[in-house]
């Protein structure tokens, strides 16, 4: 294919896309949920536009950071009690099965 | 290596293999397996608990009913679902019908803007002209990581802040599907979302998060 012609589709194509629109399709992009002709109009635009690629970016380092986030630990005083509801528990289905499900509560 | 990356490093391997082993031993009464369980789990389900009631204490008392309800269900548990699905439905499920019942008599911060269709933009609009360019070209965060950034107490402060402010709704999609790894389709079966609602409301969550990470960027980290 001529050199300029696909460029000047490239940017035709590219040019349907607005920053905009760019920044709020990312999430349909990452999960794969573009149809195959907007993803191909998505990543002409990435391919031409910095902004749009540093911003890609920056969502995606936003997404990495926020599966870091350490959760915090348990009180020891829930788990403490939970384990010892967990007894009680145990020791009903030792001796009367399923039947009396509620009973150890 | 970190403390935070090794608290990442033990949060990847929840999907465990040996979950199921431990599952089997749970239901014939073996107490050191449901202790790992609740070790394991436990921060997780207190995380998405306070997505749906005001404070912390209601958290725990949820998180304490859900797992009181594990042991009751357990022996029917058949692994159609995987075991985290099916523990953050029970917690879902219970934190909902605690939240509703704490906001008749706490004014619950965030009820506006919460669902899909609501009016709110996916973006901030005040970041693009009227021909939908950027204003200020995004920066590249290439200097940023992870790490850097949560060992400033602030920063950790601000995006849990960040997280906190979200509508309920973007709260619970995006830690579920963000901070706890939750797959697309996990987080449509816990909260009973369609796929395309819970984009929206991610990418919304998603979008606040990132603009108050690039506020203390600017403010501490460029010149730190
Ligand atoms: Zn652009």
Known sequence: MDKDFRQTVMAYLAGKLTCRQVAEAITDYLDGSLSFWQRVRFELHLGMCIGCRNYLRQMKKTIQL?????????????????????????????HTGERSEQEWR | MTEHHKEWTVRSAYTGEDESELLEVLRKGDEAAFARLVTRYSGSLLRIALAYVPNHAAAEEVVQETWLAVLEGIQRFEGRSSFKTWLFKILVNRAKTRGER??????FSSIAGESADSEEPMVDPAQ????????TQPRSWDEVTPERLLLSKESRALIDQAIASLPAVQRQVITLRDIEGCSSQEVCNILNVSETNQRVLLHRARTKVRRAIESQLGSSLIDG
Not at chain 1, 75 to 88: C, K
């Open chain 1, 66 to 94: 926020l599966g870091t986030l350490p959760p915090d630990p348990i009180p020891d005083h829930i788990r403490d009690e939970l384990l010892r509801r967990f007894r009680t528990w145990s020791h009903h289905q030792k």
């Open chain 2, 102 to 107: 704490e906001r008749r008599y706490v004014e």
């Open chain 2, 128 to 135: 693009f002209d009227h021909a939908g360019r950027w204003i």
